[in-house]
């Protein structure tokens, strides 16, 4: 008997969701703040984006606002740095983040099993675009695949760890890495 659609999706946000709250839960603050690309993308900054994503995706947009939600996106906030999502100020830790997205997080799945997949929402950053409760998730699914991929990448940048949900969860742990990457650049080098 084939599942319900609500709950597939549900289930693949779950798992993206679990995965990327595992590429910083175990960090000292420092690793996880630490800008690991040239336009500063980090492991934290990472969390705190999906965390407002999901507050207006799953929130405001089915007029089921996150309480405090201002504090976190606000017009004020944006206007004075546009990128202040995607860094936690010295104030924030990696525990509150998480706290705070596993907050987030309730509440979206309070509006995922209130709604019907076909109730019509509305993105204020997108013009109020007209949504569906399925669009939405299939969207905020796209989004965490997307940016738990960056996560993989940069968890591995910072100490090697790597996995698809915990750190070494479905790579071999018994490998020759050394000499993967040694063939890898051999064949690259042909070219």
């Given at each position: 008997?084939?599942?319900?659609p609500?709950?597939?999706l549900k289930?693949?946000?779950?798992?993206?969701?679990?995965a990327?709250?595992?590429?910083?839960?175990?960090?000292p603050e420092?690793?996880a703040?630490?800008?690991?690309?040239?336009?500063?993308?980090n492991?934290l900054?990472?969390?705190?984006?999906?965390?407002?994503?999901?507050a207006?995706?799953l929130?405001?947009t089915?007029g089921?606002p996150?309480?405090h939600?201002?504090?976190?996106i606000?017009?004020?906030?944006?206007e004075?740095?546009?990128?202040?999502?995607?860094?936690?100020?010295?104030?924030e830790?990696?525990?509150?983040?998480?706290?705070?997205?596993?907050r987030?997080i309730?509440?979206?799945?309070?509006?995922?099993d209130?709604?019907?997949?076909?109730?019509?929402?509305?993105?204020?950053?997108?013009?109020?675009?007209?949504?569906?409760?399925?669009?939405m998730?299939?969207h905020?699914?796209?989004?965490?695949?997307?940016?738990?991929?960056?996560?993989?990448?940069?968890?591995?940048?910072a100490?090697?760890a790597?996995?698809?949900r915990?750190?070494?969860?479905?790579?071999?742990?018994?490998?020759?890495?050394?000499?993967?990457?040694?063939?890898?650049?051999?064949?690259?080098?042909?070219?």
């Open positions: 008997m084939p599942a319900d609500k709950s597939t289930s693949y946000i779950d798992a993206r969701r679990e990327l709250i595992s590429k910083v839960e175990d960090l420092r690793e703040r630490l800008p690991r690309t040239p336009t500063g993308t492991l900054g990472i969390i705190k984006h999906v965390t407002g994503v999901e207006v995706y929130g405001t089915f089921r996150f309480p939600l201002e504090e976190l606000s017009d004020e906030v944006f004075a740095d546009p990128q202040a999502d995607w860094y936690a100020t010295e104030d830790t990696i525990e509150g983040i998480i706290d705070l997205y596993r987030v309730a509440h979206g799945d309070e509006t995922i209130a709604l019907p997949l076909d109730a019509i929402g509305r993105v204020p950053h997108w013009g109020d675009e007209e949504v569906t409760l399925h669009q998730l299939v905020l699914f796209a989004d965490l695949a997307g940016h738990g991929g960056q996560a993989d990448i940069l968890r591995e940048a100490d090697g790597v996995g698809w915990k750190p070494g969860d479905n790579i071999p742990s018994e490998y020759d890495w050394p000499a993967y990457v040694s063939k890898l650049t051999d064949i690259a080098n042909k070219f």
